[in-house]
């Protein structure tokens, strides 16, 4: 399986590939208070490090807390449009 994992609960922001219990690349950082501007950027190292492909992900992980409220929901918004886009393309 290919994932996509997300942290932003946390004061670490960060973005990780999983690939069959593998994590092949993982961008992440102490950022306390901005990953709402951090979080496009580490998702677009990643891609350029791995050739990445949301269509290519069997799904996305994002944690969920304990943490941060208004961190969460970056998480989450941050890939509910085009993780909805891919699904409906299949």
């Not at 992440?28 to 992900?57: C, M, W």
Request: charged share 20%.
């Amino acid at each position: 399986m290919r994932i996509l994992a997300i942290e932003t609960a946390t004061e670490i922001c960060g973005v990780s590939y999983i690939e069959d219990d593998n994590v092949i690349a993982t961008v992440e950082e102490n950022i306390p208070r901005q990953h709402a501007k951090s979080l496009p950027l580490f998702y677009e190292k990643l891609v350029a490090d791995t050739g990445l492909k949301l269509s290519s992900l069997d799904g996305i992980a994002i944690s969920i807390g304990p943490g941060s409220f208004t961190g969460l929901r970056i998480g989450l918004s941050y890939r509910k449009g085009d993780w909805l886009l891919v699904k409906v393309c299949h």
